[in-house]
């Protein structure tokens, strides 16, 4: 475990605090969360396959609570047609992507946004599944489309292209 992080362990919960702030998760009512020193170990009560898959997603969890207290997570987005643009209001997020109105993107709590330039967003925080979440959100505003590819994609993703109509 990094430095600075300290973990909670009640019946059905696990709390993980550090230095960019504090998560909390539910977890399956099965599985045991122990710490030993410097090591958290899940183990789970049968070999079962429900047991075996909970296993694996309790694990996954807690990892990706830790790794978002110290390093935190982001998801890049581009915005890809003449004119599209984004920019900030305070601390959300609007959108101008072909509609005849822009589309306001509120941050939730716990996420920030950032444009570093006109046709690309950050999304950041600390919860890899509400920074997964919104970044989704704001993609599904104005998805690329396969014909000219016009649209908001995420950094590095592939839009299969179609040929189009024929004269």
Do not use: C, W
């Not at 122990?34 to 009560?45: I, N």
């Not at 839009?159 to 189009?164: D, F, H, I, Q, S």
């Amino acid at each position: 475990m990094p430095t600075g992080v300290t973990v909670a362990i009640e019946r059905e919960q696990v709390r993980v605090n550090g230095p960019k702030g504090e998560l909390a998760e539910r977890i399956p009512r099965d599985m045991q969360v122990k710490q030993d020193g410097e090591q958290l170990l899940v183990t789970r009560p049968t070999d079962r396959g429900e047991h075996r898959a909970l296993h694996g997603l309790t694990r996954s969890l807690v990892a990706n609570m830790i790794q978002g207290v110290t390093a935190g997570y982001e998801k890049r987005l581009e915005i890809q047609g003449v004119g599209y643009r984004a920019q900030l209001k305070g601390s959300n997020l609007e959108l101008a992507v072909g509609y005849s109105h822009t589309i306001p993107i509120t941050a939730p709590q716990g996420i920030e946004f950032e444009v570093p330039q006109p046709t690309r967003i950050v999304v950041k925080g600390i919860s890899k599944q509400l920074v997964g979440e919104t970044a989704a959100l704001i993609r599904k505003q104005r998805p690329p489309e396969p014909y000219k590819g016009k649209g908001i994609r995420y950094e590095g993703e592939h839009v299969p292209r179609k040929v189009g109509k024929r004269a």
